[in-house]
């Protein structure tokens, strides 16, 4: 009997491990058979800080997943965030022996494409492909019987620095997992939530996490841009507890419940004072001058890379955010009165089965992650998608 499509994905957060135990339907869907978020303590800004306390955090959310899902899955797609990731361009062309392009060939152009030189320190995460050319036509989707004499190639080699990949391999391996492909996380955000015809016409995503910004362009049906902000939400809490001079978790409260961008209030709020015992007066304004400076700054990071695209008349599509940070209120009109483009929130798409849990948009990376390992090796029904995957796509780390 052939072995059910099912799929393990890992999202290691700076504020959270999300799991997601899937299933790969026929239909291209994707079943959610367990999902499950686990708070974790020594990651900064999308990297590892402290192993074995990640590693904990990890094996909790995993197994909670595989248990919700009556699974026990130890091979694990895993996402890889954080600002260290940098994109190369790559092109290669290929001639066409049999005069008929093959899948074996469009694997052979697109591995060439692959081979860009980078620094020493750093490793290949993930090799996207954004388009095929057949004799010299670009934007053939599926060129495969196509007669043809040449194949071209072009891909983006997403790069990472190798120590703190290894880092991350480490944790995943001390948790019990076995790592079979890695994922850019703001691309597997962006998988997670886009629909195709917003990645046709232009659309960029942010997502806003606790510690990191992830931030990816799609244009013609393709990835364009890839880059990590080092900054999230966490930075708010942090500028709020110093500013106000209260503890984190008071600070955390005030943000979730009150904090705001372009909201223009007035008025006091009661807090106890970090002794516990008196009681404290903050003004609303004080509070959303902190939040905006902060929110300011991320904008403008934000921006850095969102310069290096060129397009005339912006993304057709807009903005597309996902992550815990982007719920800070106001902060859609606040970027649409800044970019002059309509601003949204994503939801992960196209899921089956525990979707209401799973819609939530912190869980957009690890569905895109599921997605991921579904697309680039997976044929449902074949048992040998993670041989086909180890032999092509992965380049890592041993
Ligand atoms: N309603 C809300 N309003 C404002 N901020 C929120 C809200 N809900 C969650 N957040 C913030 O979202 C952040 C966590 O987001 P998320 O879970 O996407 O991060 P993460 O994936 O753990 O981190 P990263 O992606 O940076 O590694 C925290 O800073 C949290 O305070
Ligand atoms: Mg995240």
Known sequence: MAKRPLILAVDVGTTKVSALVGEARSDGELTVLGIA??????????????????????????????????????????????????????????????????EEDVEHATHKAAQVAHDTDRETVQVIRRGLAVDGFRGVVDPVGMVAHQLDAEVLVVTGVATVLKNLKRVVTMAGLHPILWVPAPRASADGVLADDEK?????????????????????GHIQYLGVVPLGGESITSDLSVGLGVVSTQAERLKLEYAAVGA???????????????????????????VEARVDEWASMVEQHLSRIEWPKGPAAGVVMTGGGSLLKGLPSYLENRWGWPVRLGVPIGLGGLSDLSRSP???????????????GFRPQSESWIQRLLQFWMTLWN
């Open 362 to 376: 912190g869980y957009s990376v690890a569905v895109g992650v599921a997605r991921a390992a579904k697309s680039l």
């Open 264 to 290: 223009e209030r007035d008025g006091t709020l009661e807090v106890r004072a970090v002794s516990g015992q008196s009681v404290k007066l903050i003004a609303v304004k004080e509070l959303e001058e902190i």
């Open 200 to 220: 046709q016409i232009g659309v960029v995503h942010l997502d806003v996490g606790g510690g990191t910004t992830g931030v990816t362009v799609h244009r013609g």
């Open 37 to 102: 978020a686990t708070p974790v303590a020594g990651m900064r800004r999308g990297l590892v800080y402290e192993v074995e306390r990640v590693a904990l955090a990890i094996r909790d959310a995993v197994n909670r997943a595989n248990s919700m899902a009556g699974t026990d899955l130890k091979e694990a797609a895993v996402a890889v965030n954080g600002d260290h990731l940098a994109v190369l361009e790559g092109q290669a062309r290929i001639g066409l022996k049999t005069g008929t392009v093959r």
